[in-house]
């Protein structure tokens, strides 16, 4: 079984920076891909950030520029640096990993962004 535990997430005024986390465990051993998505209040979830390889990721097109998404294969951990926090980033982050084409997905990290 795979277990995506995700952490960073908090209360951060606009114009901050944030690290997620999120460390894969189990039995697992490759990965495919991973990502971000978010969801607000009210809202869908949405892709923000996913990863394949070091030279292979795609950005949702209101975080480009902003939010950088990265992987450690050894360590089975993707990370979202977020800088340039806007109120419109806020919402619950989910980590997501693809393998043997099943998706896992965390328990979510509460990202809140305060003008």
């Known amino acids: 079984q795979v277990q995506l535990v995700e952490s960073g997430g908090g209360l951060v005024q606009a114009g901050g920076s944030l690290r997620l986390s999120c460390a894969a465990s189990?039995?697992?051993?490759?990965?495919?891909?991973m990502g971000w998505y978010r969801q607000a209040p009210g809202k869908q979830r949405e892709l923000v950030a996913a990863?394949?390889?070091?030279?292979?990721?795609k950005y949702a097109d209101s975080v480009k520029g902003r939010f950088t998404i990265s992987r450690d294969n050894a360590k089975k951990t993707a990370y979202l640096e977020m800088t340039s926090l806007k109120p419109e980033d806020t919402g619950v982050y989910y980590c997501n990993l693809l393998r043997a084409g099943r998706e896992y997905w965390g328990q979510g990290t509460q990202v809140t962004v305060s003008s």
């Open positions: 189990g039995s697992i051993s490759s990965i495919n891909a």
């Open positions: 990863i394949t390889s070091v030279v292979s990721t």
